[in-house]
């Protein structure tokens, strides 16, 4: 966790140098306020990805996910203030009942993670595909507080999410499914010979992914006034949120890391984006340098830990 804020400090002073010969200044409020709206549903979606790698596994249905969620949460309000806490409930059951269904087909059907998932989100895209041409719905002004609201520089959404991320690591760290998930993704066999109930904890790690990818969706709803159907998709959350749980220190293995790295990861990765935007670096460069810095971290984890046997 220490080289993950270590590269982060570097990525920043780089960042600024860069910045600045350019007449620019990257810490300054609004560059503050860009880098962590960039990180709010980002690291959400990160925080829920966490509890399944962990465990072993791998959510790739959250992208299309966070799409469908901005898309029940505004069509549910459909401008209503009233309509505000029925829209947040309903997002969620059905963010948990996704979860719930990559859960059962992974343990009870015993699917792959990474082929459940995808499956899943594919269905999902199907029906985003068939059912929608643009966004739709509408989000209530009041509701579009928590997208736009800040306390300084630091939005109030950053801070709900940061608020999500030390609850999940009081989970992960301080309750026995937690201390489960960590022995499942350790061993799924030797956990199931130690008593375990190694089926629940994927189902619960599932679970809890697919809400916080939830969370995610009626954020951007919040920020864009509409559900859009395409929001996780065009954000990339998928590949992004695996890439900041990596960069975290979490390995895909499962069983060692936690949420406070992933924290790190999704910081590197939204200062990283919010750089490039100073710079008008092309998107093409933009996904190269995302790629080097991924494979070298690995590369530096994966070193460390032979050095540390």
């Known amino acids: 966790m220490v080289g993950v804020y270590g590269a982060l400090l570097l990525v920043v002073i780089v960042g600024s140098v860069l910045?600045?010969?350019?007449?620019?200044v990257l810490l300054d409020q609004g560059g503050i306020s860009n880098i962590l709206v960039r990180s709010t549903a980002l690291g959400l979606v990160a925080i829920g990805q966490t509890m399944v790698i962990l465990a072993g596994k791998l959510d790739l249905s959250v992208a299309y996910l966070v799409g469908l969620s901005s898309l029940i949460a505004a069509e549910t309000m459909a401008g209503d203030p009233a309509m505000i806490g029925p829209a947040v409930a309903l997002t969620i059951v059905c963010a948990a009942g996704v979860g719930l269904v990559n859960g059962l087909v992974v343990t009870r059907l015993k699917v792959n993670a990474f082929i459940a998932t995808l499956g899943t989100g594919l269905v999902i895209r199907g029906y985003l595909e068939d059912s929608y041409d643009g966004p739709a719905g509408n989000v209530p002004t009041a509701f579009q507080h928590l997208g736009y609201d800040r306390?300084?520089?630091?939005?109030?959404?950053?801070?709900?999410?940061?608020?999500?991320a030390v609850l999940a690591w009081w989970f992960l760290t301080r309750t026995r499914p937690g201390y489960h998930v960590y022995a499942v993704g350790g061993g799924e066999e030797v956990a199931r010979f130690s008593g375990i109930r190694t089926e629940r904890i994927v189902v619960l790690a599932h679970v809890l992914c697919s809400v916080a990818a939830g969370l995610a969706g009626l954020f951007l709803a919040s920020r864009l006034g509409a559900g859009a159907p395409w929001v996780g998709t065009d954000g990339g959350y998928d590949l992004e949120s695996i890439a900041a749980v990596v960069l975290g220190g979490t390995i895909l293995a499962g069983g060692r890391g936690g949420v406070a790295g992933t924290i790190g990861g999704v910081l590197i990765l939204a200062t990283l984006d919010?750089?490039?935007d100073e710079l008008g670096v092309d998107s093409f460069f933009k996904d190269v340098v995302r790629g080097v810095v991924l494979i070298a971290a690995v590369a530096l984890y994966a070193r460390s830990r032979r050095a540390g046997r």
């Open 151 to 164: 306390i300084g520089p630091v939005p109030v959404s950053t801070v709900l999410m940061l608020g999500l």
């Open 274 to 276: 919010t750089i490039f």
């Open 19 to 24: 910045v600045s010969l350019r007449g620019g």
